[in-house]
């Protein structure tokens, strides 16, 4: 094999596990495969990748978690962020804002800031659920699905910075219409309570080596479907008076479920495949 | 009930039985079935045969020939031995009368 031909190959093999890496290189280099060997190991990579997309549950995963809910999940950080600006722009402007203003605009300082900090932290922990979700339902295509929810996320910033819910208090909407408002703190919400919990959840997900049956996974996307769609204009656009039941059954219903219920959900417990131990 | 290449990999860990590894295993279903065999098939089917539970893998230590690298062995289960045993008596059975005698047309 020529020299570029065998860096070619040992570069392509780092997309394998390491113990793998090493007797597929050994193989290749006890059986002369030449410049062959880079076309060996792209096949091996491309069957390794698809290998977990003939199982339905990677479908199942993808289509009815990664895209709806990261797409469910991108735009309420954007509805989020449309609440949380005018309470910046408030912080930022205390010490010259006529009291009156608060009054006159229809703004509950305290309660409002209350409300936003427990919608952020429920958008947060759907986030990582949805990604524990992800990683548990299928661990083989749990990378591409994660990647398919950033993609998912991504599309929401590039072509829905201009989305934003209408106030529900009267204040001059052209106040906000500053790059900060429209673009950088959208972005940082998108970032911070979405994108890096989803992340994490996946992480947990391939760290516990746990696994969700395909009943319960439709149970949990069956159930939370009815939820999101019983508020689904309203949630968390508005804070209606049941916000509170929302917040309770979602984010511990989901995590409960995929969890803590093992039995009752038929969560299975995976166990590392002898090459990944050694 | 085993695919044909899953009965091709078996049979050839089985007559290759402690020589059993990646490369060999290769070799001789290329030798015997006289078909080639893609590392990626090799490799993806080997992972699937121990999560049934019908092979076994550990990395056997490093040689000198592979540059130092280790070679994944392979072991068949007891399991595996009765799938492939399996497999063989039921194409043996669905054979039984059955001629594959290529005819050839005399009429020219």
Redesign the interface.
């Known amino acids: 094999m020529t020299r570029t031909g065998w860096w070619l190959a040992r570069t392509l093999s780092r997309w394998l596990k390491p ?2 890496r ?10 002369g495969a030449g410049d062959r060997a880079v076309l ?2 792209a ?6 990748t698809t ?1 977990p997309w003939r199982e339905s549950r990677a479908w199942v995963a993808a289509l009815g978690v990664a895209i709806p809910v990261a797409l469910a999940l991108s735009l309420s950080s954007f509805a989020l962020g449309g609440r949380f600006d005018l309470f910046l722009w408030v912080a930022r402007n205390h010490e010259t804002l006529d009291p009156t203003t608060l009054d006159d605009i229809g703004l509950t300082l305290w309660p409002g800031i209350a409300r936003l900090l427990v919608s952020s932290l429920f958008l947060g922990c759907w986030a990582w659920t949805c990604g524990f979700v992800l990683g548990s339902v299928a661990r083989g295509a749990a990378g591409l699905n994660a990647w398919l929810a950033c993609l998912v996320v991504a599309a929401v910033a590039l072509f829905g910075l201009n989305f934003r819910g209408r106030y529900p208090y009267a204040v001059d909407e052209g106040l906000f219409s500053l790059a900060f408002y429209t673009v950088v703190f959208p972005l940082i919400l998108q970032v911070g309570l979405v994108l890096a919990p989803m992340l994490l959840g996946v992480r947990e997900a391939l760290r516990n080596h746990s696994r969700v049956a395909l009943k319960g996974l439709v149970w949990i996307i069956a159930a939370a479907t009815i939820l999101v769609l019983r508020n689904w204009l309203y949630w968390p656009f508005r804070f209606r008076s049941d916000w509170m039941w929302m917040y309770l059954a979602y984010w511990p219903f989901l995590f409960v479920a995929v969890s803590t219920a093992p039995s009752l959900w038929n969560l299975e417990e995976r166990k590392h ?3 990944e131990s ?1 | 009930m085993l695919g044909e290449f899953e009965y091709l990999l078996l049979s050839a860990a089985a007559r290759l039985a402690e020589g059993a590894y990646g490369a060999a295993i290769r070799q001789e279903i290329e030798m015997t079935a006289g078909q080639r065999c893609s590392l990626g098939a090799l490799y993806t089917t080997l992972d699937r045969l121990e999560s049934k539970g019908l092979v076994a893998t550990w990395m056997g230590d490093p040689t000198p020939q592979r540059g130092g690298r280790p070679k994944r062995m392979v072991r068949i289960t007891e399991k595996g031995v009765e799938a492939a045993s399996e497999f063989y008596n039921a194409v043996a059975r669905v054979s039984q009368g059955v001629s594959w005698e290529v005819k050839r047309s005399t009429a020219s």
């Open positions: 113990a793998e090493d007797a597929v290189l050994g193989d290749l280099a006890e059986c060996e190991i096949g091996l990579i491309a069957r390794r290998e495949d002898s090459i050694n």
